[in-house]
């Protein structure tokens, strides 16, 4: 939803067809998840993502970025974290947490990508899907995120030609 939207009061089916379009699109992309085998919570992070930020296709796909480069750390640090946990037990949580964070929250001040918030919902998803740290988790939930990122661009353009 932008706030656009809610600017100006335009009436009881301005706000019920406004809503209807964010439902009917967060419907469609569920069942796509659904039908290719992917998480839908995993879509809902991409859609999550796209509405970080300005709602745009260029920085939507810039805050996709962020989430997919989230995913590729998430599955470093479970890597990390396996390779540690023999050596340091319990603690390798501290120092793979610490290592990871420094990293995201250092990307603020990279250009273009520099959504602390896309990191984490990347960083989210690998940890949530417990899925084995491989490239085929990377490939589910990069697709995920990324088919939510296109509903989310999809909804908001479907409510500006409304709102036009």
């Not at 067809?17 to 967060?26: D, E, H, L, Q």
């Not at 599955?75 to 964070?101: Q, S, T």
């Amino acid at each position: 939803m932008t706030a656009s939207a809610n600017a100006a009061p335009r009436g009881p089916l301005f706000f019920l067809g406004f809503t209807a379009i964010a439902a009917a699109v967060a419907a469609t992309a569920a069942f796509a998840s659904v039908a290719l085998s992917l998480a839908p919570w995993a879509m809902f992070v991409g859609w999550v993502a796209f509405f970080t930020r300005a709602p745009s296709a260029r920085e939507g796909a810039a805050s996709l970025a962020t989430v997919l480069l989230g995913l590729v750390f998430g599955v470093c640090a479970v890597l990390a974290l396996g390779a540690l946990a023999p050596i340091l037990g319990k603690g390798a949580i501290v120092l793979v947490v610490f290592v990871v964070a420094m990293l995201v929250v250092s990307l603020r001040a990279a250009p273009v990508i520099n959504n602390v918030l896309g990191y984490f919902l990347g960083l989210i998803a690998v940890f949530a899907a417990h899925l084995e740290p491989s490239l085929a988790s990377l490939a589910e939930l990069g697709g995920a995120c990324a088919l939510g990122s296109v509903a989310g661009w999809a909804s908001h353009a479907a409510q500006r030609r409304l709102a036009a």
